[in-house]
């Protein structure tokens, strides 16, 4: 049974740091690609980073330069390294693999169409 896992999140002060894991079972990682989503309260799902099976990254304007997307292949696994953490960042963060993520070129936002998902990770930030 094909499964994604995350892990990490919590309640962090503006400022902050959290790194997030997404682990995979059932299937190798690392022959696709991987994004990170979250989704705020009363919002659409958003994309926030993603990392191509040959480790390529990109990710939406509104983290670039706090959030690191990275993956290691030995622990079938990709980590959302996130710093500099503001309360818009709060949300229930997924993972989701075996699919395709796009860059908007003028909004600067990432979408992506994935067939597995895993359940979510609440990331709260707040004073």
């Known amino acids: 049974q094909l499964q994604l896992v995350e892990s990490g999140g919590g309640l962090v002060r503006p400022g902050g740091s959290l790194r997030l894991s997404c682990a995979a079972s059932g299937f190798t990682l690392d022959r696709y690609a991987v994004g990170w989503f979250r989704q705020a309260p009363g919002k659409e799902r958003e994309g926030v980073s993603c990392i191509s099976s040959g480790g390529s990254t990109v990710s939406a304007d509104s983290v670039k330069g706090r959030f690191t997307i990275s993956r290691d292949y030995a622990k079938n696994t990709v980590y959302l390294q996130m710093n500099s953490l503001t309360p818009e960042d709060t949300g229930v963060y997924f993972c989701?693999?075996?699919?395709?993520?796009?860059?908007?070129?003028?909004?600067?936002?990432?979408?992506?169409?994935?067939?597995?998902w895993g359940q979510g990770t609440q990331v709260t930030v707040s004073s």
């Open positions: 989701g693999a075996q699919g395709l993520c796009r860059r908007s070129a003028s909004s600067g936002t990432l979408s992506g169409d994935f067939a597995s």
